[in-house]
């Protein structure tokens, strides 16, 4: 062991590091797919409070109220809550994206590593 690390433990580690950086690249795609769903999301809770809006001002009388069960706002209603719920839970999957994610490798499909992927380690290591 005097002389440095065997070989077997550098390919280890290169094996290591090449899963590590795979792992990275996909957790920052899931996090990227997650951004454009909650923006997509807020942009629709938006439209609904809009709409929201417009139905209380007919229902006061300040916008000229055009015909629209009672039923059809419910239902708008419910959509608006739904909207608000689904935008929590992508909150909070972005939450524990951020505390680290799952060490769940069947999400990530584990796959062998190339050991061309050495970077600096295996500069380092060949004395």
């Given at each position: 062991?005097?002389?440095?690390?065997?070989?077997q433990?550098?390919?280890?580690?290169?094996?290591?590091?090449?899963?590590?950086?795979?792992?990275?690249?996909q957790?920052?795609?899931?996090?990227?797919?997650?951004?454009?769903?909650?923006?997509?999301?807020?942009?629709?809770?938006?439209?609904?409070?809009?709409?929201?809006?417009?139905?209380?001002?007919?229902?006061?009388?300040?916008?000229?109220?055009?015909?629209?069960?009672?039923?059809?706002?419910?239902?708008?209603?419910?959509?608006?809550?739904?909207?608000?719920?689904?935008?929590?839970?992508?909150?909070?999957?972005?939450?524990?994206?951020?505390?680290?994610?799952?060490?769940?490798?069947?999400?990530?499909?584990?796959?062998?590593?190339?050991?061309?992927?050495?970077g600096?380690?295996?500069?380092?290591?060949?004395?």
């Open positions: 062991m005097a002389d440095g690390p065997t070989r433990q550098i390919q280890l580690l290169q094996q290591q590091q090449a899963q590590m950086v795979q792992r990275q690249m957790l920052e795609l899931l996090v990227n797919q997650l951004q454009g769903q909650l923006q997509q999301t807020q942009g629709l809770v938006a439209q609904q409070a809009m709409q929201m809006a417009s139905i209380g001002l007919q229902s006061s009388g300040m916008l000229q109220q055009q015909p629209q069960s009672q039923q059809t706002q419910q239902q708008q209603l419910q959509q608006l809550q739904q909207q608000g719920q689904q935008l929590q839970q992508l909150q909070q999957q972005q939450q524990q994206l951020g505390a680290g994610a799952s060490n769940d490798d069947t999400l990530l499909g584990k796959r062998p590593a190339d050991d061309g992927i050495g600096v380690d295996s500069k380092r290591f060949s004395m």
